[in-house]
């Protein structure tokens, strides 16, 4: 089963079968980018679960359970995701045209949680950017957007 498919019945367990709202498929969409740029480097630092939790909850509206109960077991199945154009798929998909761009800020704001920016993660939002339609300049704009407001030292641009 795919990283979508698994995130998807994730997020049943943790809205409860009862939640029909219109956005579930973009809330698997946007986990699955941003559990995927967490995983991105080769492993998940205590910081980055904590700051991935806290985006979640936020996002989503989750518990702190929920939240942790979601990146554990999405840490398991990252491996099976079977590629970044399905993502890239999903998100053209689930994503209206408008949000695009801020999923991709807070693709970048996930990779600068451990305090930089790993070639690996830059990569990967840099070719989901690309398969959405975005020039370079617009990605390196969201980039820059992203990593503005970071306090110095906190992210460190490493590509």
């Known amino acids: 089963m795919s990283l ?23 809330r698997v969409t946007v986990a699955a980018l941003l559990t995927l740029v967490a995983q991105a480097d080769g ?8 700051g ?9 509206r989750l518990s702190e359970a929920d939240a942790a109960r979601i990146i554990v077991r999405a840490a398991d199945i990252g491996s099976g995701f079977d590629s970044i ?12 045209f408008e ?4 999923l991709l800020i807070l693709a970048y704001r996930v990779a600068a949680i451990d305090g930089q920016v790993h070639e690996f993660e830059d990569d990967l939002i840099w070719r ?4 959405l339609g975005m020039s370079d300049g617009q990605i390196v704009e969201l980039k820059i957007e992203a990593l503005k407001n970071l306090s110095p030292g906190e992210a460190h641009d490493r590509t």
């Open 43 to 50: 492993r998940v630092l205590g910081v980055e679960e904590r």
């Open 4 to 26: 979508l498919g698994n995130l998807r019945d994730l997020f049943s367990e943790a809205l409860g079968p009862d939640d029909a709202s219109d956005d579930r498929a973009a």
């Open 99 to 102: 949000e695009r761009p801020a």
């Open 85 to 96: 154009t399905a993502l890239a798929d999903r998100i053209l998909q689930d994503i209206p």
């Open 128 to 131: 989901i950017g690309r398969l």
């Open 52 to 60: 991935l939790a806290v985006l979640l909850q936020s996002y989503f």
